[in-house]
Protein backbone atom coordinates (compact mmCIF):
# COMPACT_ATOMS: atom_id res chain seq x y z
CA UNK A 1 0.00 0.00 0.00
CA UNK A 2 1.31 3.16 -0.68
CA UNK A 3 2.33 5.94 1.92
CA UNK A 4 0.06 8.91 2.63
CA UNK A 5 1.30 12.14 1.22
CA UNK A 6 2.43 14.17 4.29
CA UNK A 7 0.07 17.32 5.00
CA UNK A 8 1.98 20.30 5.82
CA UNK A 9 0.40 23.63 7.11
CA UNK A 10 0.94 26.37 4.39
CA UNK A 11 0.22 30.29 5.31
CA UNK A 12 -0.27 32.46 2.05
CA UNK A 13 0.26 36.33 2.56
CA UNK A 14 -1.02 38.39 -0.12
CA UNK A 15 -3.86 41.15 -0.68
CA UNK A 16 -4.87 40.34 -3.69
CA UNK A 17 -8.09 37.69 -3.35
CA UNK A 18 -7.39 36.62 -6.74
CA UNK A 19 -3.88 35.67 -6.37
CA UNK A 20 -4.53 34.07 -2.80
CA UNK A 21 -7.09 31.62 -4.83
CA UNK A 22 -4.98 30.45 -7.34
CA UNK A 23 -2.03 29.60 -5.08
CA UNK A 24 -4.43 27.82 -2.64
CA UNK A 25 -6.79 25.75 -4.78
CA UNK A 26 -3.66 23.41 -6.12
CA UNK A 27 -2.01 23.00 -2.61
CA UNK A 28 -5.15 22.19 -1.07
CA UNK A 29 -6.02 19.74 -3.52
CA UNK A 30 -2.44 18.21 -3.48
CA UNK A 31 -3.70 17.63 0.94
CA UNK A 32 -2.42 20.02 2.78
CA UNK A 33 -3.45 22.59 5.15
CA UNK A 34 -3.65 26.10 3.68
CA UNK A 35 -4.70 29.49 5.55
CA UNK A 36 -4.67 33.18 3.76
CA UNK A 37 -4.48 36.44 5.00
CA UNK A 38 -4.13 40.04 3.28
CA UNK A 39 -1.86 41.98 5.48
CA UNK A 40 1.41 41.82 7.64
CA UNK A 41 -0.92 42.59 10.72
CA UNK A 42 -2.89 39.33 10.65
CA UNK A 43 0.23 37.17 8.65
CA UNK A 44 1.80 37.78 12.30
CA UNK A 45 -0.99 37.07 14.27
CA UNK A 46 -1.30 33.56 12.22
CA UNK A 47 2.66 32.76 13.08
CA UNK A 48 2.02 33.59 16.45
CA UNK A 49 -0.89 31.45 16.84
CA UNK A 50 0.12 28.33 14.67
CA UNK A 51 3.50 26.41 13.53
CA UNK A 52 3.68 26.56 9.70
CA UNK A 53 6.22 24.67 7.63
CA UNK A 54 5.75 27.07 4.43
CA UNK A 55 4.89 30.86 3.98
CA UNK A 56 4.42 31.90 0.46
CA UNK A 57 5.21 35.73 1.29
CA UNK A 58 4.11 39.00 -0.27
CA UNK A 59 6.32 41.78 -0.39
CA UNK A 60 3.85 44.65 -0.56
CA UNK A 61 1.19 44.53 1.87
CA UNK A 62 -1.06 47.61 3.01
CA UNK A 63 -0.82 48.92 6.25
CA UNK A 64 2.41 49.29 7.76
CA UNK A 65 3.79 46.08 7.93
CA UNK A 66 5.16 45.42 5.15
CA UNK A 67 6.44 41.51 3.83
CA UNK A 68 10.12 41.89 5.06
CA UNK A 69 9.17 42.87 8.41
CA UNK A 70 7.03 39.73 8.21
CA UNK A 71 9.53 37.40 6.73
CA UNK A 72 11.99 39.17 9.64
CA UNK A 73 9.34 37.84 12.12
CA UNK A 74 8.60 34.30 10.67
CA UNK A 75 12.24 33.97 10.85
CA UNK A 76 13.00 34.91 14.67
CA UNK A 77 10.41 31.61 15.42
CA UNK A 78 11.83 28.84 17.77
CA UNK A 79 11.10 26.78 14.64
CA UNK A 80 11.31 29.10 11.58
CA UNK A 81 8.76 28.27 8.47
CA UNK A 82 10.18 28.04 5.05
CA UNK A 83 9.30 31.62 3.68
CA UNK A 84 9.50 32.33 -0.54
CA UNK A 85 8.91 35.61 -0.85
CA UNK A 86 6.38 36.90 -3.96
CA UNK A 87 6.89 40.38 -5.31
CA UNK A 88 6.00 42.53 -8.26
CA UNK A 89 8.87 44.67 -7.24
CA UNK A 90 12.10 43.69 -8.91
CA UNK A 91 13.96 46.26 -7.82
CA UNK A 92 17.46 44.63 -6.41
CA UNK A 93 17.22 46.38 -3.10
CA UNK A 94 13.89 44.30 -2.42
CA UNK A 95 15.70 41.17 -3.86
CA UNK A 96 18.09 41.55 -1.65
CA UNK A 97 16.46 42.76 1.45
CA UNK A 98 15.25 39.08 0.93
CA UNK A 99 18.18 37.38 0.86
CA UNK A 100 19.19 38.86 4.10
CA UNK A 101 16.43 38.20 5.81
CA UNK A 102 17.01 34.23 4.90
CA UNK A 103 14.32 34.32 2.08
CA UNK A 104 14.36 29.96 0.63
CA UNK A 105 13.34 31.63 -2.65
CA UNK A 106 12.21 34.63 -4.41
CA UNK A 107 9.96 35.03 -7.38
CA UNK A 108 8.70 37.78 -9.66
CA UNK A 109 5.04 38.45 -10.07
CA UNK A 110 3.59 37.49 -12.77
CA UNK A 111 4.38 33.43 -12.34
CA UNK A 112 2.55 30.54 -13.41
CA UNK A 113 0.29 29.18 -9.95
CA UNK A 114 2.30 25.83 -11.67
CA UNK A 115 5.54 27.77 -10.89
CA UNK A 116 4.70 28.22 -7.24
CA UNK A 117 3.11 24.78 -6.48
CA UNK A 118 5.93 23.53 -7.91
CA UNK A 119 8.52 25.82 -5.29
CA UNK A 120 6.13 24.46 -2.67
CA UNK A 121 6.90 21.31 -3.11
CA UNK A 122 10.92 21.64 -3.89
CA UNK A 123 10.43 23.16 -0.50
CA UNK A 124 8.92 20.90 1.30
CA UNK A 125 10.72 17.95 -0.04
CA UNK A 126 14.27 19.57 0.83
CA UNK A 127 16.28 17.96 3.38
CA UNK A 128 16.94 20.62 6.49
CA UNK A 129 20.35 21.23 5.35
CA UNK A 130 18.77 23.27 2.43
CA UNK A 131 17.15 25.65 4.64
CA UNK A 132 20.31 26.26 7.25
CA UNK A 133 21.05 30.28 7.29
CA UNK A 134 23.13 32.11 4.93
CA UNK A 135 25.43 34.86 6.53
CA UNK A 136 25.46 37.81 4.23
CA UNK A 137 28.50 39.63 4.79
CA UNK A 138 27.47 42.52 2.00
CA UNK A 139 24.21 42.61 -0.02
CA UNK A 140 25.07 45.91 -1.97
CA UNK A 141 23.49 45.16 -6.11
CA UNK A 142 26.96 45.61 -7.06
CA UNK A 143 28.90 43.66 -4.42
CA UNK A 144 27.59 40.59 -2.94
CA UNK A 145 29.09 38.50 -0.49
CA UNK A 146 27.94 35.36 1.36
CA UNK A 147 29.06 32.58 3.79
CA UNK A 148 27.55 29.17 2.98
CA UNK A 149 27.40 25.50 5.06
CA UNK A 150 29.50 22.96 2.78
CA UNK A 151 25.77 21.23 1.77
CA UNK A 152 25.07 20.60 -1.75
CA UNK A 153 21.44 21.49 -1.54
CA UNK A 154 22.67 24.96 -0.68
CA UNK A 155 23.87 25.19 -4.43
CA UNK A 156 20.81 25.74 -5.88
CA UNK A 157 19.43 28.37 -3.74
CA UNK A 158 22.56 30.29 -4.14
CA UNK A 159 22.79 29.85 -7.61
CA UNK A 160 18.75 31.21 -7.61
CA UNK A 161 19.72 34.52 -6.17
CA UNK A 162 22.67 34.89 -7.82
CA UNK A 163 21.16 34.53 -11.30
CA UNK A 164 17.98 36.42 -9.91
CA UNK A 165 20.31 39.74 -10.15
CA UNK A 166 21.08 39.07 -13.68
CA UNK A 167 17.89 38.21 -15.38
CA UNK A 168 18.22 41.24 -18.16
CA UNK A 169 21.60 39.27 -19.57
CA UNK A 170 21.42 37.56 -22.86
CA UNK A 171 20.69 33.95 -21.87
CA UNK A 172 23.50 32.96 -22.77
CA UNK A 173 25.64 34.61 -20.89
CA UNK A 174 23.10 33.35 -18.13
CA UNK A 175 23.71 30.07 -19.21
CA UNK A 176 27.36 29.55 -19.06
CA UNK A 177 28.02 31.82 -15.36
CA UNK A 178 25.53 29.67 -14.02
CA UNK A 179 26.77 26.33 -15.29
CA UNK A 180 30.39 27.30 -14.31
CA UNK A 181 29.03 28.69 -11.02
CA UNK A 182 27.19 25.72 -10.37
CA UNK A 183 30.44 23.67 -10.89
CA UNK A 184 32.97 25.38 -8.99
CA UNK A 185 30.64 25.71 -5.94
CA UNK A 186 29.64 22.08 -6.14
CA UNK A 187 33.64 21.34 -5.89
CA UNK A 188 33.89 23.52 -3.40
CA UNK A 189 31.45 22.43 -0.83
CA UNK A 190 32.50 18.53 -2.02
CA UNK A 191 35.62 18.36 -2.12
CA UNK A 192 36.72 21.15 -0.10
CA UNK A 193 34.23 21.44 2.77
CA UNK A 194 33.86 17.78 2.56
CA UNK A 195 29.91 17.91 3.29
CA UNK A 196 30.60 19.38 6.39
CA UNK A 197 27.97 21.95 7.53
CA UNK A 198 30.35 23.23 10.14
CA UNK A 199 32.76 24.42 7.59
CA UNK A 200 31.73 26.94 5.07
CA UNK A 201 32.57 28.06 1.62
CA UNK A 202 32.97 32.25 0.79
CA UNK A 203 30.70 33.30 -2.40
CA UNK A 204 31.26 36.88 -4.05
CA UNK A 205 29.72 38.57 -6.87
CA UNK A 206 31.12 41.68 -8.13
CA UNK A 207 28.88 43.10 -11.02
CA UNK A 208 30.27 45.39 -13.33
CA UNK A 209 28.88 47.30 -15.98
CA UNK A 210 31.18 44.87 -18.23
CA UNK A 211 31.80 41.94 -16.64
CA UNK A 212 30.50 39.81 -13.86
CA UNK A 213 33.43 38.31 -10.98
CA UNK A 214 32.76 35.62 -8.72
CA UNK A 215 34.92 34.89 -6.52
CA UNK A 216 34.74 31.17 -4.29
CA UNK A 217 36.69 29.99 -1.34
CA UNK A 218 36.64 26.63 0.15
CA UNK A 219 37.69 25.58 3.68
CA UNK A 220 40.23 23.10 1.59
CA UNK A 221 41.61 22.55 -1.50
CA UNK A 222 38.58 22.14 -3.57
CA UNK A 223 39.69 23.34 -7.01
CA UNK A 224 43.26 20.90 -6.97
CA UNK A 225 41.92 19.64 -10.32
CA UNK A 226 45.67 17.76 -10.50
CA UNK A 227 44.36 16.43 -7.28
CA UNK A 228 41.37 15.28 -8.79
CA UNK A 229 42.84 13.77 -11.78
CA UNK A 230 45.45 11.97 -9.64
CA UNK A 231 42.81 10.25 -7.41
CA UNK A 232 41.46 8.59 -11.24
CA UNK A 233 45.00 7.23 -12.00
CA UNK A 234 45.61 5.67 -8.92
CA UNK A 235 43.06 3.46 -8.81
CA UNK A 236 43.60 -0.10 -8.35
CA UNK A 237 44.51 -2.83 -11.72
CA UNK A 238 41.75 -4.29 -11.84
CA UNK A 239 39.42 -1.55 -10.68
CA UNK A 240 40.16 1.39 -13.01
CA UNK A 241 36.83 3.18 -11.60
CA UNK A 242 37.27 2.89 -8.00
CA UNK A 243 37.36 6.58 -7.60
CA UNK A 244 34.33 7.31 -9.12
CA UNK A 245 32.54 4.33 -7.51
CA UNK A 246 32.88 5.63 -4.13
CA UNK A 247 31.85 9.13 -5.17
CA UNK A 248 28.87 7.56 -6.27
CA UNK A 249 28.57 5.66 -2.97
CA UNK A 250 29.18 9.29 -1.12
CA UNK A 251 26.14 11.02 -3.52
CA UNK A 252 28.84 13.01 -4.84
CA UNK A 253 30.90 13.43 -8.75
CA UNK A 254 34.10 11.86 -9.51
CA UNK A 255 35.27 15.96 -10.13
CA UNK A 256 38.00 16.95 -12.03
CA UNK A 257 36.32 16.87 -15.35
CA UNK A 258 33.95 19.61 -14.47
CA UNK A 259 36.89 21.75 -14.00
CA UNK A 260 38.03 21.18 -17.43
CA UNK A 261 34.51 22.23 -18.80
CA UNK A 262 34.27 25.07 -16.41
CA UNK A 263 37.17 26.71 -18.50
CA UNK A 264 34.96 26.55 -21.83
CA UNK A 265 32.30 29.04 -20.29
CA UNK A 266 34.13 31.52 -18.89
CA UNK A 267 36.52 34.26 -19.97
CA UNK A 268 38.90 33.81 -17.24
CA UNK A 269 39.59 31.43 -14.82
CA UNK A 270 41.91 32.42 -11.96
CA UNK A 271 43.09 29.90 -8.78
CA UNK A 272 45.31 31.59 -5.65
CA UNK A 273 48.21 29.83 -4.81
CA UNK A 274 46.61 26.87 -2.59
CA UNK A 275 44.10 25.98 -5.04
CA UNK A 276 40.85 26.86 -2.71
CA UNK A 277 40.17 29.70 -4.00
CA UNK A 278 39.12 30.98 -7.77
CA UNK A 279 37.61 33.75 -9.05
CA UNK A 280 35.74 33.04 -12.79
CA UNK A 281 35.11 36.47 -15.17
CA UNK A 282 32.70 36.84 -17.81
CA UNK A 283 32.91 39.94 -19.38
CA UNK A 284 29.57 41.52 -21.47
CA UNK A 285 29.55 42.58 -24.68
CA UNK A 286 26.71 44.87 -26.30
Known amino acids: MAAAPVTRRILIVDDDVAIRYLLAWPLRKAGHVVEEVGDGQAAIEQ ?21 LDVLAHARAAATPPIVIMMTADDTEETFLAAVRGQAYRFMRKPFAPGAMVEAVNEALQSPASAVLAIEVLSARPEWIELVVPCVLEMTDRVEQFVMQLD ?14 FRELMNNAIEWGGKLDPNRKVRISCVRGKKMRLYRIADPGEGFDDARLRHAAISNPEDNPV ?28 IYNERRNEVILIKYITD
Open 167 to 180: AHLPESVRQSVAQA
Open 242 to 269: QHAEVREQQGIRPGGLGLLITRSLVDEL
Open 47 to 67: LDTSPYDVVLLDVGLPGGING
